[in-house]
């Protein structure tokens, strides 16, 4: 039912632009979750939510929600409500273009409100609270089709984002393309390479044993490759994201997920 | 920033287990890693966690630095009367921690 559900929601995005449905290099029926490519008892962990330490910032991000700050001493939810409905699909949307800041990735979207509305000391990327409110509004979401608008103002940068996958990078000279579209379900040493889907960021990764955004896992890649990694927040990293989220259209929000 | 994820069911019949679970909040840092200077990042783990029920210590454990951060502990306590759970941890830094939850024995 999921599924059938899942399907109808993405053909209904695909009606909406056919064009774009001819470039997907990974079909639809083809697209597989991160979670499908980790061992089992990853994937309990994250099929548990009460054995999933992703709840932790969950837990203390519905916490900073509701926290007043700013000068006007305003919380989150002074505006937004009750985020379990105004927060609902909301990441699916994200990244999303500005009319006044450009293409804005949620951690970028959440920073600003804090900044311009809230009036309130901006939080650095990859920072506690940020992370912490970011996997919150996330959290909102899980279940929902990813689901980004590459149209309009937002294809400058869709096509800078695709062209960075697809263009070779660092001293091993790779693209993000050959693992994650050409040679995913194989063996890279002990791990099988994934198709590099975003949809569970923010996700607790065992290896950095605590969450991280999906930024900090682009720049991991690239350290992997050993290419420069534009550093965290870079417009770059914004446009391979709404790339990915593009490329794992249809692929259910998962956020936090847990990953190796 | 919260300390601690607990679940214990909501009401549990007299005298049979029922699974308490836990998840802390720590970095449970090993003591082997160095920072990005080469420094050494000393020891910080969580070494002991008792689990109280109605005073009582009904379970206590002794961590390591071969545990993970964020540890997750998982066991059984037997219903007694009603009464309150305690959790209480102490890592290397003297920090401590706690945690209460309610049962309802029926």
Known sequence: ?260 | MPDARVNVPASVARGKPFEVRIIIRHPMETGYRTDESGKSIPRNVIRTFVCRYGGEPVFTARLSSGIAANPYLRFFVTAKESGQLTFEWTDDSGAKGSESAAVTVV
């Open chain 1, 1 to 260: 039912m999921l599924r059938t559900l899942r399907a109808v929601a993405v053909l209904a995005v695909l009606a909406a632009d056919p064009a774009t449905a001819q470039q997907h290099t990974l079909p639809l029926g083809e697209l597989r979750s991160g979670v499908e490519f980790v061992g089992a008892s990853v994937r309990a962990m994250q099929a548990d939510d009460l054995a999933n330490p992703g709840f932790l910032w969950v837990e203390s991000g519905e916490k900073l929600w509701n926290a007043p700050a700013g000068a006007q001493e305003r919380s989150c939810a002074s505006c937004h409500g009750d985020a379990r409905t105004s927060m609902r699909g909301v990441a699916t949307r994200y990244p999303r273009h500005d009319e006044a800041a450009g293409l804005l990735d949620l951690e970028a979207r959440i920073g600003r409100c804090r900044v311009e509305r809230q009036k309130a000391a901006p939080w650095a990327r990859e920072s506690d609270e940020l992370l912490a409110i970011t996997t919150f509004v996330a959290f909102q979401s899980r279940g929902l089709p990813l689901g980004v608008t590459i149209d309009g103002p937002a294809r400058a940068a869709f096509e800078r984002g695709r062209a960075f996958y697809e263009a070779r990078h660092g001293q091993m000279n790779l693209a993000c393309t050959q693992c994650h579209d050409g040679n995913w379900g194989k063996r890279l040493l002990n791990e099988t390479i994934s198709q590099g889907h975003g949809n569970a960021f923010p996700a607790y990764r065992l290896e950095w044993q605590g969450i991280g955004s999906l930024q900090r896992r682009i720049r991991a890649c690239l350290f992997g490759i050993r290419a420069e990694m534009p550093p965290p927040g870079a417009p770059e990293l914004t446009d391979v994201e709404l790339y990915l989220a593009w490329r794992a259209q249809g692929l259910p929000l998962e956020a936090p997920g847990v990953r190796r």
